[in-house]
């Protein structure tokens, strides 16, 4: 690469991390297109990824370091974030023959949402950080493909225009916080804006050590104070302050999450609202049982993409110990480590309802914005619908265990 070229793109990642500098260029929402995957094979577009890692790939190329370590980041040393994705690898799918798949039917319903298949957006924070469509341009990617939208208490857009966007309801997923009047402030507003479930997300009692991010921090040598508090000594943190959901109440103080809740919350929460209550982050068998026992009305196995605790254990190993304490009572939805439409198809199998997907639609939303968010939408279902031909599976209802071998 020549020096110009280099230049180039060091000022492309400069201004992609600087909402009000890039929303005034020229290409406007579009930065990630017209740097391209890399300045090298500018002319490509969402449609030629093949499958997610190429969108993973032409997003690194233009996401700056600091955000793509916050992306891609896990805890410690990211073995839960490896274990999510390598657990896929245990299982085998059994194929079947001479079964009429000539109509392969993966629609579902889950919570009283209907979905064209069970690929659902999994809730990410501070997406504007990726690209500037943020939240926006997933969200017009869900409804342009009708999938299922998570919204993060972290967006980086306003929630009501978030839903407008969709047009359809959106889930919110919820960070408790230590005061319990900004909790249900932020609940009553996702409910006047429509959202159906709540999902809270229980993973992240007490913070975390993400180690990649810090590292790719340091390799990222931009101040930027739109979004960061800066202190004396340089180091920057994220300024709660500056999200969305936080306008207009008072955040002195205030935590994203509270160690010290205990079950009780979640009769709190039923409380509070009419919005379904979906428990985010369960693991084990006994606190599946204790998920029905206090009302919830669904529960997610999920580890928050490996960043909250460096357990080892992917989720996929943890679903059947949830999905027998749940012993159908509620619906179980998943998300960790999902990259394939087979993934997709062995977590339906071991007895989720629906499935999350996290990093997979930031680096289509990273590298393409709406447009790379889509891409991955129908590479996932594309995948999923031949898994389904290949097992015999007609309809979501049809996979089952019996569909899967031992790797
Ligand atoms: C950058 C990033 C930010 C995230 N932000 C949130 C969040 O705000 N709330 C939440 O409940 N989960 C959050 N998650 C976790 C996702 O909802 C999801 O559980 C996880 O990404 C699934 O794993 P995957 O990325 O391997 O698909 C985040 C994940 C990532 C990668």
Redesign the pocket.
């Known amino acids: 690469m020549n020096n110009v070229m280099r230049n180039r793109r060091t000022l492309l990642r400069f201004l992609a991390a600087s909402p009000l500098l890039s929303a005034s260029l020229p290409w406007g929402r579009g930065f990630a297109a017209e740097a391209g995957p890399g300045t090298v094979d500018r002319e490509a577009t969402a449609a030629d990824a093949l499958d997610v890692f190429d969108l993973e790939a032409a997003a690194k190329r233009i996401v700056p370091p600091a955000h793509w370590g916050?992306?891609?980041?896990g805890v410690d040393g990211d073995v839960t974030?490896r274990a999510?994705?390598s657990a896929f690898g245990h299982w085998g799918l059994r194929p079947r023959r001479f079964i009429d798949v000539s109509r392969i039917d993966y629609s579902t319903e889950v919570l009283g949402a209907k979905m064209a298949s069970p690929v659902m957006i999994?809730?990410?924070?501070?997406l504007r950080s990726l690209h500037l469509e943020a939240d926006i341009g997933v969200a017009k990617a869900a409804r342009a493909k009708n999938q299922q939208h998570?919204v993060?208490?972290?967006?980086s857009d306003v929630l009501e225009d978030i839903a407008t966007a969709r047009g359809a309801p959106l889930w919110f997923?919820l960070?408790t916080t230590n005061r319990i009047e900004v909790t249900r402030a932020l609940v009553q507003r996702a409910q006047r804006a429509g959202c159906t479930v709540v999902?809270v997300?229980v993973?992240?009692p007490a913070g975390r050590n993400t180690v990649t991010a810090a590292r790719l921090r340091r390799e990222d040598t931009r101040q930027c104070s739109n979004c960061h508090l800066v202190d004396a000594n340089g180091n920057q943190r994220p300024n709660t302050a500056a999200k969305t959901m936080f306008a207009g109440i008072n955040t002195e103080g205030l935590g994203l999450t509270s160690p010290s809740l205990t079950w009780d919350f979640i009769k709190q929460l039923k409380d509070m609202t009419t919005m379904k209550v979906v428990i985010?982050?369960i693991e084990a068998r006994e606190d599946a049982e204790l998920a029905v026992q206090h009302g919830a009305d669904g529960v997610?196995v999920?580890?928050?993409?490996?960043?909250a605790m460096e357990s080892g254990r992917g989720?996929l190993e943890s679903l059947p110990d949830v999905v027998a304490g749940v012993a159908g009572r509620i619906p179980v939805l998943f998300?960790?480590?999902?990259?394939r439409g087979t993934d997709v198809f062995k977590a339906l199998a071991l007895g989720a309802s629906a499935v999350?997907?996290?990093?997979?639609y930031?680096w289509g939303l990273g590298a393409y914005g709406q447009a790379g968010v889509e891409r991955v939408l129908d590479i996932l279902n594309l995948e999923l619908r031949l898994a389904m031909v290949g097992a015999g599976a007609r309809t979501v209802k049809e996979i089952s265990a019996t569909s899967l071998v031992k790797a």
């Open positions: 916050y992306l891609q980041s974030l999510n994705q999994s809730p990410i924070g501070g998570i993060s208490t972290q967006m997923q960070y999902a997300t993973d992240l985010k982050g997610m999920s580890n928050h993409g490996g960043r989720t998300d960790g480590g999902v990259r999350g997907i996290g990093r997979p930031a």
